[in-house]
């Protein structure tokens, strides 16, 4: 199964992030699961809680603690090197801020660019769980 977790105050990228994940997602036998966050503090909570997610697609300007201090949560107080943080935003001035938190890629929040991204996120992370599947099978 892959997790995907989306944290973003803007109802119009979420919405079309979920779309784009499910109907990408159609094209492959596993199963997905997306959980919506409004908040970088609800995300943060619920990972603290023990919940993991294969990508993360975080917004930067979001309301109390931007998504920039919540990856560094992620990275530096949970020490999560595997969760797949991607970042989106409307403007692209962040980039250079973000080198810190690691993240898989930045996004700035235009359809034909997050649809590209999702796509490709999805056949590299069903491509990794296939050959993790085959490698364990072969043991």
């Given at each position: 199964?892959?997790?995907?977790?989306?944290?973003?105050?803007?109802?119009?990228?979420?919405?079309?992030?979920?779309?784009?994940i499910?109907?990408i997602?159609?094209?492959?036998s596993?199963?997905?699961?997306?959980?919506?966050?409004?908040?970088?503090?609800?995300?943060?909570?619920?990972?603290?809680?023990?919940?993991?997610?294969?990508?993360?697609?975080?917004?930067i300007?979001?309301?109390?603690i931007?998504?920039?201090?919540?990856?560094?949560?992620?990275?530096?107080?949970?020490?999560?090197?595997?969760t797949?943080?991607?970042?989106i935003?409307?403007?692209?001035?962040?980039?250079?801020?973000?080198?810190?938190?690691?993240?898989?890629?930045?996004l700035?929040?235009?359809?034909?660019?997050?649809?590209?991204?999702?796509n490709?996120?999805?056949?590299?992370?069903?491509?990794?769980?296939?050959?993790?599947?085959l490698?364990?099978?072969?043991h």
């Open positions: 199964m892959l997790r995907f977790a989306i944290c973003d105050d803007e109802s119009i990228i979420y919405v079309q992030l979920e779309k784009m499910e109907r997602s159609q094209n492959y596993k199963k997905i699961e997306i959980e919506v966050f409004f908040s970088g503090e609800k995300l943060y909570q619920f990972m603290c809680e023990g919940a993991c997610f294969d990508i993360v697609f975080l917004d300007e979001l309301p109390q931007n998504g920039i201090d919540i990856g560094k949560k992620i990275r530096d107080e949970m020490h999560d090197e595997i797949k943080i991607v970042y935003s409307g403007k692209d001035s962040y980039a250079m801020d973000l080198f810190d938190v690691r993240p898989l890629n930045f700035i929040k235009y359809e034909e660019q997050l649809l590209l991204l999702v490709l996120l999805i056949d590299v992370e069903y491509i990794y769980i296939n050959k993790e599947v490698t364990s099978s072969i």
